[in-house]
């Protein structure tokens, strides 16, 4: 029977399968944070279940963890408490924690791929709704809750039912100015929050095959928006070329090896998708977000459409915005340029690369936060800092920072942000705050402009 890339990954990982049930599938990567463990943690300690695998299990600090002053103490209790607890628990389980300030702390999405942790061919869980991030190396990854935390830190296994598939093909060439956060956000606004709901995705066609890891990264990191468990990109030389040389990557001929296995995870001609949606890469243009969720995007030189349904109305209401209303010229205060989806150096590139020898616009505060630590040394390396700095932009310490309101790094009631983040829902960035989510290039364009500016026309 023909397979599917993700046929082909589940089913090297099945401990135990039941006809028409749920399979016993084995984790080989496990990644924690401060903010879904502890209860994991607890409910082991007070069961006397011993952790599996501690070799297993990587951990990082990064959702409410400061992005100013890291060398200080945390000024909030509960994140404070939670990165002590998180600490506590990984030296007395034997766990790797990269805890704020290490050379390797990061964003779990971010340094996980960066580090060689995550390699073709794996299952990656963490309890992180972005963890599909890891997809982009051709592995089965997504998020899981906490109940499913302790199972894995129990067993490392997982009891699960096999989901559907789905695949979405993209073929043809980009325009200029269009980027990966372009074509996802593209993808979700025609098929839907809720496409993905019951299926794992494969991206595949031309546009995917001609990006870089980092570009895949952001393509699948967004899958989880459109209801997916999770995304996958085939590996191929690009992956290879990525991972070679990585701390924690195979070095030598176990590379080789593992190389070879890895060049066969593609899905084999005439297999079969559950099912599937092509696009023309030529119909995609640089997008925003107007409403409270992913799926209401838009192309920058487009209007808000027209819709009578009263959720629509609502989203529409919360975002001050009108039904045929069009977003370029909107001002706009708040800008930042971060998160598991857009804070890899390829990113911070793009924007640094738009604002060189220009000024913010002075009614605009706009935050630059690296993914990890070795974002934050290669944009020094890079000289990226001193063009940030020069235009106006503050450039803060890795985190998770104003992609959700869990630390200090919030938008205030009724502003807007232009945001590289992942999710627009309402109060997502700080309580009565409204987000619209973009591109790297966009927003850089946006803090320049002080106002939502047609891209397109700004492109040499």
């Avoid at 400061?66 to 404070?80: A, C, E, F, I, M």
């Avoid at 980009?174 to 019951?198: E, H, M, Q, R």
């Avoid at 595949?204 to 990006?211: K, Q, R, Y």
């Avoid at 598991?340 to 630059?368: H, M, P, Y």
Wanted: hydrophobic share 35%.
């Amino acid at each position: 029977m023909k397979k599917t890339l993700f046929d082909k990954v589940w089913d090297k990982h099945i401990v135990e399968s039941v006809p028409n049930g749920p399979d016993v599938l084995y984790i080989d990567q496990h990644l924690i944070h401060e903010v879904t463990s502890p209860q994991a943690f607890n409910e082991l300690k007070e069961r006397g279940i011993p952790i599996l695998r501690p070799d297993k299990i990587v951990a990082t600090a990064d959702h409410n963890t400061p992005t100013v002053n890291q060398h200080l103490p945390v000024k909030d209790l509960l994140s404070r408490n939670q990165l002590k607890q998180l600490a506590k628990n990984c030296k007395e389980n034997d766990i790797t924690l990269y805890e704020l300030g290490h050379k390797y702390n990061g964003i779990v999405h971010v340094m996980a791929p960066e580090l060689g942790i995550t390699q073709p061919g794996m299952t990656i869980v963490c309890g992180d709704s972005h963890t599909s991030t890891h997809g982009a190396f051709g592995t089965i990854a997504f998020g899981i809750g906490t109940s499913q935390v302790a199972q894995v830190f129990a067993s490392q296994c997982l009891l699960l039912k096999k989901p559907k598939s789905m695949r979405i093909t993209v073929n043809g060439q980009l325009k200029k100015g269009v980027l990966p956060k372009d074509v996802i956000l593209y993808i979700i606004s025609k098929v839907g929050t809720n496409a993905g709901t019951g299926y794992f995705c494969e991206y595949a066609g031309e546009v995917f095959e001609n990006m870089t890891m980092e570009g895949r990264m952001t393509v699948c990191n967004m899958s989880i928006e459109m209801g997916a468990r999770g995304g996958m990109i085939a590996p191929d030389e690009v992956t290879f070329d990525y991972v070679e040389g990585r701390e924690f990557a195979p070095k030598g001929n176990e590379f080789q090896k593992k190389k070879e296995y890895w060049a066969s995870l593609k899905t084999d001609t005439d297999a079969v998708f559950d099912k599937e949606f092509f696009f023309d890469a030529s119909e995609i243009e640089p997008m925003i977000t107007y409403g409270t969720n992913p799926g209401m995007g838009i192309k920058i030189t487009e209007r808000i459409p027209i819709s009578e349904d009263k959720s629509f109305e609502k989203s529409l209401e919360y975002m001050g915005f009108e039904a045929g209303e069009s977003l370029v010229n909107k001002p706009i205060n708040y800008v930042f340029i971060g998160s598991c989806t857009n804070s890899r150096i390829e990113d911070f590139r793009v924007a640094a690369n738009f604002v060189k020898g220009k000024q913010k616009a002075k009614n605009v505060t706009a935050w630059l936060v690296p993914g990890s630590k070795q974002v934050e040394s290669q944009i020094v390396e890079e000289g990226l800092n001193s063009i940030f700095e020069e235009a106006g932009f503050q450039l803060r310490q890795p985190g998770c920072s104003a992609c959700l309101a869990m630390n200090d790094d919030k938008i205030p009631q009724g502003e807007y942000c232009v945001s590289t983040s992942n999710r627009n829902f309402e109060g997502r960035q700080g309580q009565g705050s409204r987000t619209i989510l973009a591109s790297p290039l966009v927003a850089a364009a946006t803090a320049i402009e002080g106002k939502i500016i047609d891209i397109t026309k700004h492109l040499n």
